[in-house]
């Protein structure tokens, strides 16, 4: 079986090390974190021989593959180390109650949604393709690709998604604000997570207590921005949802995802107002979107309080629950259609899988 492979082995072998490692105390959260930094890289760098290989004609095929191959592997193997060393180590400080009460619950939860978000997005976009690829790698070279058209199609269907301008600039409003809203706030979340979490584990100066610190404000301003967009977009779709009842554009509507993402970011921002409210106004820094919430909130609300507790509590489990939720929405397909879209945009590389299929068709004729 797959599941049982080698190259599966490995690095579930490698987080069981880590986790016993963080129970025994041995290894503490700055490994994890150095690991889960080290595996950003490592992907990052996968992703750029990627995108030489796919967008242009520089470099050696073979090295730029190979590169891309280890570099994801080894990536993906310090991600899952990253996973054990951090649960281990978490796991110890909440059996030697060291670990508040809404943390024991978080922990779990985020670990949950990430794991079902790493394997839906896997079997989505990878293990559906897999059959496919491997049927026709032998046609697809590299010589055969248009970098210019992959490009193109980067750029006009991926990034501003002219196609769907085309169609409806109100669907590609929403659209866009939701898309690049989402991506762009989980991306701050998880470089957040290294300042937040991993400079103290470091030993470094813990910035993010320091409200005015220029990288502080910087997270504040993108995370209020970020959430405006998908809050604005999510109000769109819920409204077009409700516009085109009884006909046929219904079909274009995912409305559960809409009102869930919704609640999820509109209860942030009630949380970062309940938080803003209890500092002087001067402290609210860049949070522009929060201050306006802190202003219909009574300053008694503020951290430490019941309301506010709770109300954290439902919005980070709230968010993980919707990270979990992606793979199985229309969400997903942010992520697939334009996949698709670039692979479509090889005209040369889809007439030679066709040959193929036709040469084979021809060759098993009696």
Request: aromatic share 12%; charged share 15%.
């Amino acid at each position: 079986m797959d599941e049982l492979s080698p190259k599966v082995l490995r690095p579930i072998a490698g987080a069981a090390a880590w986790i016993l490692l963080g129970l025994a105390g041995i290894v503490g959260a700055g490994w994890g974190y150095g690991l889960f930094f080290a595996s950003m890289l490592l992907l990052a760098g996968a992703a750029a021989a990627l995108a030489l290989l796919a967008l242009t004609r520089a470099f050696d095929t073979e090295r730029l593959l190979g590169s891309a191959t280890w570099l994801g592997l080894l990536g993906a193997w310090a991600y899952v180390w990253a996973v054990g060393a951090l649960a281990g180590h978490y796991t110890l400080e909440t059996f030697e109650g060291r670990m508040e009460f809404k943390w024991i619950l978080f922990g779990p939860a985020v670990l949950a949604a990430l794991v079902v978000l790493d394997v839906g997005l896997y079997r989505m976009l990878v293990g559906k393709n897999l059959p496919t690829w491997n049927r026709y790698r032998g046609v697809i070279r590299r010589e055969n690709a248009n970098p210019q058209a992959m490009r193109r199609t980067l750029v006009d269907d991926v990034i501003l998604h002219r196609t769907l301008l085309s169609v409806s600039g109100f669907r590609w409003l929403k659209h866009t604000l939701i898309f690049w809203g989402f991506s762009l706030m989980f991306t701050a979340e998880m470089l957040a997570v290294l300042v937040r979490e991993g400079f103290p584990a470091f030993g470094w100066t813990d910035i993010w207590e320091v409200t005015s610190h220029p990288v502080r404000l910087a997270f504040d301003f993108v995370y209020d921005f970020t959430g405006l967009m998908v809050l604005v977009g999510c109000a769109l779709a819920i409204g077009w949802r409700i516009a085109v009842q009884g006909t046929e554009e219904r079909k274009y509507t995912d409305t559960p995802t809409a009102v869930f993402l919704f609640l999820v970011v509109l209860s942030g921002f009630v949380v970062e107002g309940m938080r803003l409210a209890a500092l002087p106004w001067e402290l609210h820094g860049v949070s522009f979107v929060g201050s306006l919430f802190a202003m219909a909130t009574p300053a008694a609300t503020g951290p430490g309080s019941t309301a506010y507790e709770v109300l954290w509590l439902v919005h980070v489990l709230g968010s993980c629950a919707f990270i979990a939720w992606v793979p199985a929405k229309r969400l997903v397909h942010s992520c697939a259609t334009p996949m698709g879209r670039l692979m479509h945009s090889q005209r040369e590389l889809l007439a030679a899988k066709k040959h193929a299929v036709l040469t084979g068709l021809m060759m098993r004729r009696p």
